[in-house]
């Protein structure tokens, strides 16, 4: 097991040698530094954070503005015609939306549609081209061109557009506990609050919590963390579809799933990338636990909205396990400080991605995309109507 911090210092005080005096002190000293480094982190963070006050989704704006930057010369029926080929088409005309007949994932292609039906009554004419993939399409970094495709997530090195992801509604990741897919962003916003409220900060157990499958291996330094240290962390590999052997739980059994509301019981929940960013991150601030989010290149839309330190507490991809340890020992050690960040990134969530706002970013995302558009948009008659 990891050596924790108070085990150091009681193997030193039981020690009179001058060479473990010399040892405690030089550990004292680092294991300050590196307080104050955080504490001077999080202050720095308030110091310069301005809370958004706004109550449509204005506080998202920024995001959709820099996504259309590259389109900013005017959209052309070439780029329309290179983005088709990455993605989904659709056309709103009239006020009515239409679709080409085959979706590649019919429940994400509902979960967006929900949205964009609703609003297609009050939007101009347009095209558009919607990437279900899990991953963006286009990226400057690789020589692509700039096209316009709408997808969930990006990094900053892909000109993709990103767009509320399926799951706000329905057609997310279906998982033994969500057989239909992990969705209805409004219910669990309910539910899993709910949850939280019933285990009240003093309740929860001071413990890291995981659970979810190995998309990415960038999770395993805390899965073996938690095997080492399992009074620390309760981190452990679930099996999805992809599942083939216990290679693909790091070399142990699958563990039950857990729900959402059953997270709450902890207080420290490790957000991790996947294929492209995780539908879990946003459900985890329901429960008002401290969210330790791990990693910063993977967005969606209202990832920017979120502030590190104020909301939650970054980590690098790059943690060693024991820097994962030193992360979760500052926080038991400064549990007012948790609780604050907790709350805080509960209370952001909460006021800003209501269901609400999803709705009125596409909406804002639509109406500023089709501004952009230089061409004229032709009724394409293979498409059906929604
Ligand atoms: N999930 C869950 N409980 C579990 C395992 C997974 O709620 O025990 C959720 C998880 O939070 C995520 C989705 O199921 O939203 C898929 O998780 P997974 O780790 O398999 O993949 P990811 O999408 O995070 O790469």
């Known amino acids: 097991a990891l050596v924790q911090s108070g085990e150091k210092e009681s193997m030193c005080s039981s020690s009179i040698g001058d060479k473990c005096t010399e040892n405690h002190n030089k550990y004292s000293k ?3 530094d590196w307080h104050s480094r955080i504490k001077n982190q999080i202050q720095q963070a ?10 449509n989704c204005s506080c998202h704006k920024d995001v959709l503005e820099k996504d259309l930057l590259p389109f900013k010369g005017g959209i052309t029926k070439e780029m329309f015609t290179l983005a088709q080929s990455k993605g989904t088409k659709y056309q709103i005309i009239d006020g009515k939306l239409y679709r080409q007949k085959d979706c590649h994932f019919p429940a994400r292609c509902a979960g967006i549609e929900h949205y964009i039906k609703s609003l297609s009554p009050k939007l101009p004419n347009m095209e558009l081209a919607i990437n279900t993939r899990d991953w963006p399409q286009l990226n400057r970094e690789w020589g692509h061109k700039p096209a316009p495709v709408f997808s969930f997530s990006k990094t900053k090195e892909y000109y993709d557009i990103m767009y ?3 799951s706000f509604w329905e057609g ?7 057989p239909t897919g992990i969705g209805r962003w409004d219910q669990h916003r309910l539910s899993i609050s709910s949850a939280g409220d019933k285990w009240p900060w003093d309740k929860k157990e001071d413990k890291g919590f995981f659970r979810g499958s190995r998309t990415n291996e960038e999770r395993d330094a805390l899965i073996l963390l938690s095997r080492s240290n399992p009074d620390v962390v309760d981190a452990k590999y679930t099996k999805n579809q992809a599942w083939k052997s216990d290679a693909d739980t790091l070399f142990a059994d699958p563990a039950k799933e857990v729900s959402f509301e059953d997270h709450c019981k902890y207080k420290y929940l490790f957000n991790y990338r996947g294929v492209a960013a995780s539908f879990r991150l946003k459900h985890l601030f329901l429960c008002k636990s401290l969210v330790f989010h791990v990693g910063e290149d993977w967005l969606e839309f209202f990832y920017p909205s979120l502030k590190p330190w104020i909301h939650y507490v970054p980590l690098s991809p790059k943690a060693s396990q024991e820097e994962i340890m030193k992360y979760i020992m500052y926080f038991k050690e400064h549990d007012s400080l948790a609780k604050e960040i907790a709350e805080r990134g509960f209370q952001h969530i909460w006021d800003h991605l209501t269901d609400k706002d999803v709705e009125c970013y596409w909406r804002q995302l639509l109406k500023k995309y089709s501004k952009l558009v230089k061409y004229d948009i032709v009724k394409d008659y293979n498409l059906e109507k929604i």
């Open 30 to 32: 680092e294991a300050n």
């Open 46 to 55: 308030l110091d310069e954070y301005k809370p958004c006050m706004a109550k």
């Open 164 to 166: 509320p992801a399926w």
């Open 172 to 178: 997310g990741p279906a998982i033994a506990l969500y």
